[in-house]
């Protein structure tokens, strides 16, 4: 089955970058891997997971949360096995764990969690003031 594993994460002041990754391992073959959907979800204590960013493999649309469009940017290399998300301008309201998620879908790409069913372990993102 599909894995993924994050990496990336860590402390950055106000106004830093990050670049995190996620490896994507377990698809059947090329065309199975380009039937995902792919997306970044965070979590801070105490709050609901929400939905970051997400990317149809298929044909590469994304679609990003309001609060972090024009920052972020999700992409993913050629072979679909690395998913990445480069953040940029960070605030410390962007501090989180981050997770790498995926689903097979044919057709449209959400950014509920109940539609995923694959999840990576996290990497955790801290931004100071």
């Known amino acids: 089955q599909v894995q993924l594993v994050e990496s990336g994460g860590g402390s950055v002041p106000a106004g830093g970058s990050l670049r995190l990754s996620c490896a994507a391992s377990?698809?059947?073959?090329?065309?199975?891997?380009?039937?995902?959907?792919m997306a970044w979800f965070r979590q801070a204590p105490g709050q609901e997971r929400e939905g970051v960013a997400r990317?149809?493999?298929?044909?590469?649309?994304?679609n990003y949360a309001t609060s972090v469009a024009g920052r972020f940017t999700i992409s993913q290399d050629n072979a679909k096995t690395t998913l990445y998300l480069q953040m940029n301008s960070l605030k410390p309201e962007d501090t989180a764990m981050y997770y790498c998620?995926?689903?097979?879908?044919?057709?449209?790409?959400?950014?509920?969690?109940?539609?995923?069913?694959?999840w990576g372990q996290g990497t955790q993102v801290t931004v100071s003031s």
């Open positions: 990317l149809y493999s298929g044909g590469g649309s994304t």
């Open positions: 998620a995926a689903y097979r879908s044919t057709t449209y790409c959400s950014l509920d969690t109940r539609d995923y069913n694959v």
């Open positions: 377990g698809f059947t073959d090329q065309i199975d891997a380009r039937v995902y959907c």
